[in-house]
């Protein structure tokens, strides 16, 4: 048994892709067990082996009595007979599923793969692409079989990045495995690092359903709380008093409105929407969510524009501050941010946009999206928009942004949060 034989150590668990996923896995497993972990960019190996996270998520702590070795060499992945896959599943230009990043994590261990060995997926895919899609690269560079000489199962990701309350050890993991003995050897290796245990699904497309249900069901409410923003802008009623009146009732469901980027929420539902389309089935819920929310950033973008030309202003003598431009607050991942939709908007009616954020990376912004990040607020602004809440805004009041604003300049407040704080600027927020 593959659970025995890890928690006695004559085996290794072994982690590709070290990624914001992938290395809390690592290091949660490797406080138990033996665990190799794997990743193709040496730059990361070499922080990883100093204790440095380079996702910026865990502290040089969480390293600490780990029995993990980090590697760029697959061949080391030899060493274990557990593999989990734990790589990214962007989308193209096209907002089709990108699968290359899966398929060659596939191709990786399937060149090591030995009788005996397991390999997990934990990406987030559409129902089916583990046994349509990866288990063929698996036989095609193993020479083996799947269920006979190797068995695969999914147990999706649920990690929140900057969520320090549901971390992975925390959460329920959902598991699944190719056959009844290796979902329950999945599930067994598993509840070894989560502490509220394991649920057993009941199939691998159904862990691979649930997964991409959960971010979904998250995007259409939020397009929803997009939609009513739409609607009271043109009544001239905030949206957030709407939202603080009506959570009054118990059973209200309290998503606000905002931008929906990163690598999970403003993804994963492009994945069941394309699997649909291949089924013959055209989604009506699940685009437009995504059509909502991918035009929200343009359309702050025109809003604010529109407000600095009511000042009597014109867009291309214009100064915008943005702050923020990572994809969500107290992160500094700016993967697939819709706060650059906002930019690319003001630039485009001639205005000069300057950016700043607490915690991205100035050379990743700058090969990312081409944008200069300024360290720190230079003069006065016709805007300031607060695009993302990061803890080092949230306590500003509006002497500060008085501070930084020309007479009647606008204060664009995106997620509501200094709206009990203004009272004599001109201020608006979705």
């Known amino acids: 048994m593959i659970y025995n034989r890890l928690i006695n150590r004559e085996t290794k668990l072994s982690v590709t892709g070290l990624g914001y996923v992938g290395l809390p896995i690592a290091l949660a497993f490797a406080r138990k067990i033996s665990v190799k972990g794997f990743d193709i960019r040496e730059d990361r190996i070499s922080l990883m082996k100093k204790g440095i996270d380079p996702s910026n998520e865990l502290t040089e702590e969480e390293f600490y009595n780990c029995d993990i070795t980090f590697t760029s060499d697959p061949d080391e992945l030899r060493e274990a007979s557990f593999h989990i896959i734990a790589v990214p599943t962007p989308i193209d230009k096209h907002n089709l599923p990108d699968l290359r990043p899966v398929i060659n994590a596939s191709e990786t261990v399937g060149r090591i793969l030995k009788k005996g060995d397991y390999v997990v997926y934990e990406s987030t895919v559409y129902p089916g692409c583990t046994e349509e899609d990866c288990i063929p690269v698996l036989e095609k560079f193993s020479g083996l ?148 929310n991918d035009s929200m950033g343009r359309y702050v973008g025109k809003q604010t524009i529109k407000k600095i030309i009511a000042t009597g202003k014109s867009p291309r003598d214009s100064r915008i501050l943005v702050m923020g431009i990572t994809f969500k607050e107290d992160v500094t991942d700016i993967r697939n941010s819709k706060v650059v939709d906002i930019i690319n908007e003001m630039k485009d009616f001639g205005a000069v946009v300057e950016v700043i954020d607490p915690g991205a990376d100035i050379h990743e912004v700058k090969t990312e999206y081409g944008l200069d990040l300024k360290k720190e607020p230079s003069g006065l602004y016709d805007a300031v928009i607060a695009a993302v809440s990061h803890k080092e805004y949230t306590a500003l009041d509006e002497n500060y942004f008085a501070s930084l604003l020309v007479p009647g300049g606008v204060l664009v407040d995106i997620k509501g949060i200094y709206r009990k704080k203004i009272k004599n600027l001109n201020y608006w927020s979705l």
């Open 145 to 292: 079989k799947c269920g006979e000489d190797f068995k695969v199962g999914y147990s999706p990701e649920r990690i929140n990045p900057g969520d320090k309350n549901h971390t992975l050890s925390k959460i329920i993991k959902v598991t699944s495995g190719c056959d009844p003995e290796s979902a329950e050897e999945i599930a067994r290796v598993y509840e070894l690092i989560i502490e509220p245990g394991v649920h057993r699904a009941g199939s691998i497309k159904v862990a691979e359903a649930a997964k991409i249900i959960e971010n979904t069901q998250r995007d259409i409410n939020i397009a929803f709380m997009n939609e009513l923003s739409l609607i009271f802008n043109r009544m001239g009623i905030n949206t957030y008093e709407v939202l603080e009146a009506a959570g009054t009732k118990w059973n209200f469901l309290k998503f606000t409105p905002g931008l929906v980027g990163g690598h999970c929420i403003g993804v994963d539902p492009y994945y069941l929407s394309y699997k649909a389309k291949e089924l013959g089935y055209h989604p009506q819920i699940i685009d437009s969510g995504r059509f909502v």
